[in-house]
């Protein structure tokens, strides 16, 4: 569970939006939204702005309820949800057969918890690529903290268009980060660019499943709850997916959605009935605590005007995500590990 306590929430809601921007803020964010009458093609146009306004916005929120990793994980019986997302993590580490010393890149890499875990498990350099800046500036107190500062790295920049050059890592993950992009096809070939030839790319999307039926009413209210909480452009289908890995040049090892055979659901610590101590933040009863709290410290002026607002669209986003967990038409952890071929010959 993160450090952060209730100051730091208060305080760090809007990240590098002025205070009393961050009202303006969240009334532009929403407005992207189904909800509020926004379209898919103006929130891929406007993706940048959407979704760094949605992080400057809700990463005090993350890393309250989260700790320093903003992602799911499949989880065994009897294991911690902490311990469940350092394993999650692991296993990228293993799937792409990281070995000391290597250059890897973390695409869309939040305030650089998996990223940190990660470079200490397996040795490795790490570059975190994000265009927050906000979460950079946490990322580089906490990897200092870490101890890892002079091995991992982070750069400001937008995935879609990478500042580095071509065949230049030995590996890349992401980690429920390239949901964000408003042409994915284009975001996977820039990081295939990037990637040595023969080296792998894994990672672990979020996506709508063979049980989302597009017509159904319910299951378009769930989707687009979970887009307007979570900043997202439009999400896709599992076998969309997979087609965009290929489309983008590589050659897919294994595929899997993680979801299916999980002991534990990777919603269970947002759902209404559930309670645990160690999570409470996350719990309904927790997010309740949250909520009021908030509120007045909105009213004391410790939190920005506009607080109470972001709290409801990810009390909106916690609902839709954990309808769709139950439904199964949607998974946060839907895995590839694609290789990039040695020539385009091969
Ligand atoms: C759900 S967070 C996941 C963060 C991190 N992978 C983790 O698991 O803790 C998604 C991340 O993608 C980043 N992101 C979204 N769009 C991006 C873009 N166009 N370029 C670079 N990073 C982006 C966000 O800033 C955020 O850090």
Redesign the pocket.
Known sequence: MSKAGTLDLASGVGGKIEKEEVLTAVEKYEKYHVCYGGKDEERKSN??DM??KY?DLVTSFYEYGWG????FAPRWKGETLQDSIKRHEHFLALQLGLKPGQKVL??????G??LREIARFSYTSITG????EY?ISRGKVLNRMAGVDRTCNFVK????NMPFPDNYFDAVY????TC??PDVVACYKEIYRVLKPGQCFAAYEWCMTDAFDPNNKEHQKIKAEIELG?GLPDIRLTRECLETVKKAGFEVVWEKDLAVDSPVPWYLPMEGSHFSLSNFRLTAVGRLFTRNMVMALEKLGIAPKGSQRVQAFLEKAAEGLVAGGKKEIFTPMYFFLARKPLSETE
């Open positions: 993706y940048a979704v760094n992080y320093e990793s903003f992602h973390d695409v869309g890499c939040g305030i918890g998996p690529l994000n265009n927050n979460q920049a937008d995935f879609m992401e980690i429920e980060a964000h992009a979570n």
